[in-house]
């Protein structure tokens, strides 16, 4: 059954690039919801069936690293998958947030084969 | 050091491009201190802070500015409207995000702000006592964009 996903970035265009990649990576996914910030997305994953997050880091308001430390401690949605899409691909950050749960992370810019490639296996 | 900055920036700016908007763009002789401008429309700035504070600036034409976005947003743009701000904005953010790979690979940590983007003529950045500023000018097939980088290292 096809993947819902939920992309998270404060950048409109951000998030039609990350979907649009999705698809010209061949990737098979069901619905798509978007939020602006950590906080909004909380929101989502509260009301809507999400199986997949694409996360950006360096976010106004919640930022992706405040997301996942939220997200971990309610039951309800600590186990779905967060993968982070960000400029921000240092050892630190993206250790700090797969100590939070990431899943991995992909380093903007990208193209839609490494979306395939690193994606993939998670779709 | 400016030089290894100048091309830092050369290199993510075309990146950037190639990845994912995939428009051909040019870079030319970079432009220091005070010869550091051009006219532009739309800028947008990205701080910097840590071991290289500053700024950087993305300086587009309005031709630029809407072609850019067309391009990533695989659609027609006919004003300088908040898509065309958010686009440029992230643009910014990608490049500034190149430059601190780049430097975090020489041992200059630098932490990034989020992107402003203002629309008019005219724009200069200024502060930074004793900073150094150049700009890198892009030529592509709808317009010239610049990228500019005030900073102090320390």
């Known amino acids: 059954m096809a993947k819902n996903v939920l992309l998270v970035d404060d950048s409109s265009t951000m998030r039609k690039i990350i979907s649009r990649s999705l698809r010209q990576a061949g990737l098979e996914f069901g619905k798509i919801f978007e939020a602006g910030d950590g906080q909004e997305a909380l929101a989502v994953l509260e009301s809507e069936e999400v199986d997949i997050v694409l996360s950006d880091i360096n976010m106004p308001n919640m930022n992706g690293i405040e997301f996942l430390r939220e997200k971990a401690g309610r039951d309800a949605i600590k186990d779905i998958p967060v993968f982070m899409i960000s400029t921000e691909t240092g050892e630190d950050i993206i250790g700090e947030a797969k100590s939070l749960g990431a899943a991995g992370a992909l380093k903007k810019p990208f193209t839609p084969d490494k979306v395939n490639e690193v994606l993939g296996p998670l779709m | ?154």
């Open chain 2, 1 to 154: 050091m400016t030089e290894d900055l100048a091309q830092y920036l050369v290199d993510s700016t075309l990146e950037v491009f190639s990845t994912m908007i995939f428009l051909e763009i040019e870079p030319g002789e970079v432009l220091h201190q005070e010869a550091a401008s051009m006219e532009s429309e739309l800028t947008s700035l990205i701080g910097l802070a840590g071991d290289l504070r500053g700024v950087i600036g993305v300086h587009c034409t309005r031709d630029a500015a809407q072609g850019i976005t067309a391009a990533m947003l695989g659609m027609e743009i006919d004003e300088l409207n908040e898509d065309v701000k958010d686009a440029i904005g992230e643009i910014a953010n990608m490049v500034a995000g190149g430059l601190k790979v780049a430097l975090a690979g020489q041992d200059v940590d630098v932490e990034l702000a989020i992107p402003t983007t203002v629309i008019g003529t005219g724009l200069r950045t200024s502060g930074l006592a004793g900073g150094s500023r150049f700009m890198i000018p892009f030529t592509l097939p709808v317009g010239v964009f610049g990228i500019e980088l005030k900073y102090v290292l320390s």
